[in-house]
């Protein structure tokens, strides 16, 4: 992975887009009174992602902007919410770019998981949405694996440290 390539590339569209489509459309609320910015993270922005170090770091900070904003707009009328998809069935899961990964084996380890339809996320989103929530992730377990995991933060890195060889196994020439 190259700054270039990969660091810089990334850095641009996820972090930069969405400060500066954050900070257009919070200057525009602000003097409204009133609005609500959904700012499009991952469940990768709530934890350790294994081999996916830029995608993660993009989408942490997303969530890390948009639950600050969430916070201190909120005297200004304006709510803030950072969406956090996990397995959504779009194409980004066929066409995302996978260096030094097999794509196949990527692939078919996601057919594994429980892909959720762009329009039951929407609706999801839209739920949390209404209820101003700061995050918005539609994990089932998310809220009990944030508690184990912070009660027990070795069966985290377990659990990381497993992801780590399931990922591996799809490298490819490295």
């Known amino acids: 992975m190259t700054l270039e390539h990969c660091w810089q590339k990334i850095m641009a569209v996820n972090?930069?887009?969405?400060?500066?489509?954050t900070q257009t459309?919070?200057?525009?609320?602000k003097n409204r009174g009133f609005g609500h910015i959904a700012n499009t993270s991952s469940a990768t922005g709530l934890g350790p992602a294994p081999t996916a170090a830029a995608y993660a770091t993009t989408k942490q900070a997303i969530v890390g902007l948009t639950t600050l904003l969430h916070y201190e707009a909120e005297d200004y009328g304006v709510k803030v919410s950072a969406l956090c998809p996990a397995f959504v069935n779009t194409s980004i899961l066929q066409k995302g770019e996978a260096l030094n990964m097999d794509k196949k084996k990527i692939g078919e380890q996601l057919q594994k998981q429980k892909t959720m339809s762009p329009d039951k996320f929407a609706a999801i989103a839209l739920q949390g949405l209404e209820r101003n929530e700061?995050?918005?992730?539609?994990?089932p377990l998310r809220k009990?694996?944030?508690?184990?995991?912070t009660l027990v933060p070795s069966l985290h890195g377990k659990l990381i440290r497993m992801v780590c060889r399931i990922a591996r196994m799809a490298k490819v020439g490295v």
């Open 25 to 29: 459309a919070y200057a525009l609320m």
């Open 15 to 21: 972090v930069w887009g969405v400060i500066h489509g």
């Open 134 to 139: 700061p995050v918005i992730c539609p994990m």
């Open 144 to 149: 009990t694996m944030d508690i184990v995991f």
